[in-house]
């Protein structure tokens, strides 16, 4: 709890120093939007990467509240049975989220570097752990898995076509080629990881709301059974805390950030086709503010809801 | 709507139960049908986030704005207590509206 908390932090503080940074040539402008594409990426995918790692433990957590409701014994088989995703199933979506971290973090190594052999490199990796990804999806893709590998497979291709611009430190042309190599496998994949993302978050929103009424019925009970004045004080506490929960779970919503990301990834497609006109420097650089703004709302969201839990 | 649409509109509807759950005696027939029904929802609701759909289908396409216009009856009731026997009416369509959902797509696997 303490690294996320760090991390989270990390990523604020980026966020504001990305989003304050100016600069007075064109190629600053480029380059700063594409650390503010990076940063507000690896804000909305670190907020995912919190919801798919708690699924199992959400559906866990339901199951055992069922069982005290109706009162009924519990089972480890069929706890079990609850999880939605097993742990190889569970490890494929959290390594894509790192490659897609990693999409980010290697266009503005791209935009930035003075060293175009690293870059390539890094690519090459990118595509290479893109495919083992796709091929543990072809290996076993379980049921929730076949959406998922359709997306995959298209994007572990698209690096190759950088290469020789990057040899020859064509820097520019790399990053256009890469963008545009890439537009359609990587807004698929940001959807197909958006869409899983929406239904962890849907799965862990049920929770907290029928926990509600399992805390008003606690809080009810204790009434009917003429319960002293502490007894009743602890039971209202303990439903403010859930309702406080609930709404702040609400307020972190992950679809709104990757439908900015897909918003901010059209953008940068949008910039790579065009005949890079100061208008058109001009509507990329406010579409990655847009994000960025989207970003922090999600990281301040996020971080009251952690704060709430802890 | 797409699937990932449906869990989500489900999921509103999750919510809406509950809230109108947690404002009715909890020993009242009426709680406990509700209690029930919200439990076949849920569960409906997890069969559909394992099934992988195919969502170009034309009967796909025919149900699910089916469960949309089901959800817009549902939300003249859901919020109004005196209203209940109506909302468990409406509650009873939508579960008949998505095994239709599940049924076809455990068609559509054999």
């Known amino acids: 709890m303490a690294r996320f908390k760090s991390g989270m932090l990390s990523l604020i503080c980026a966020l504001v120093l990305v989003s304050g940074f100016s600069g007075c040539a064109s190629t600053r402008t480029y380059k700063t939007s594409i650390l503010k594409f990076q940063t507000a990426s690896a804000v909305v995918i670190d907020n995912s990467r919190s919801y798919l790692s708690e699924v199992n433990k959400t559906a866990r957590d339901a199951y055992i509240e069922d069982c005290v409701r109706n009162r009924e014994s519990i089972r480890l088989d069929k706890l079990y049975d609850a999880q939605p995703l097993s742990s190889e199933a569970l490890s494929l979506r959290l390594a894509t989220l790192d490659d897609l971290t990693r999409y980010g973090e290697l266009l503005y190594d791209l935009a930035s570097s003075n060293a175009p052999e690293e870059v390539q490199a890094g690519f090459q990796e990118l595509g290479a752990s893109l495919k083992k990804i796709n091929d543990d999806v072809i290996k076993d893709p379980g049921e929730s898995g076949k959406g998922f590998g359709q997306c995959i497979g298209p994007v572990s291709e698209i690096f190759g076509v950088i290469a020789k611009d990057l040899m020859e430190r064509k820097i520019q042309a790399a990053l256009d080629k890469a963008v545009e190599a890439g537009k359609g496998p990587v807004l698929q994949l940001i959807v197909a990881m958006r869409d899983d993302v929406v239904v962890a978050y849907a799965q862990k929103q049920d929770f907290y709301s029928q926990r509600r009424v399992l805390l008003v019925d606690q809080y009810n009970e204790a009434l009917k059974k003429n319960e002293g004045e502490s007894v009743l004080k602890a039971k209202a506490e303990n439903l403010k805390a859930g309702l406080t929960l609930y709404e702040a779970l609400l307020s972190a919503d992950p679809r709104e950030g990757f439908d900015a990301m897909i918003r901010a990834h059209e953008a940068l497609v949008k910039y790579a086709q065009s005949s890079k006109q100061p208008e058109d420097l001009a509507a990329f650089a406010e579409a990655m503010d847009d994000f960025v703004s989207s970003a922090k709302i999600i990281a301040g969201a996020v971080s009251e809801l952690k704060k709430i839990k802890t | 709507m797409t699937k990932v649409a449906v869990i989500e509109l489900l999921g509103k509807i999750l919510s809406n ?28 609701r997890e069969t559909l986030t394992i099934i992988f759909f195919q969502e170009n ?20 009731s859901i919020h109004e207590i005196e209203k209940t026997a109506e909302t468990l009416k409406t509650l009873a369509q939508l579960m008949t509206a998505v095994d239709e959902l599940i049924k076809i797509t455990a068609e559509a696997l054999v």
């Open chain 2, 17 to 44: 139960i509950d809230e109108l759950r947690g404002s009715l005696d909890s020993n009242s027939a009426e709680r406990k049908a509700l209690d029930d029904l919200r439990d076949k929802i849920s569960k409906r």
């Open chain 2, 57 to 76: 289908t034309s009967v796909y396409k025919k149900i699910t704005p089916e469960i949309s216009k089901i959800n817009g009856t549902l939300q003249g």
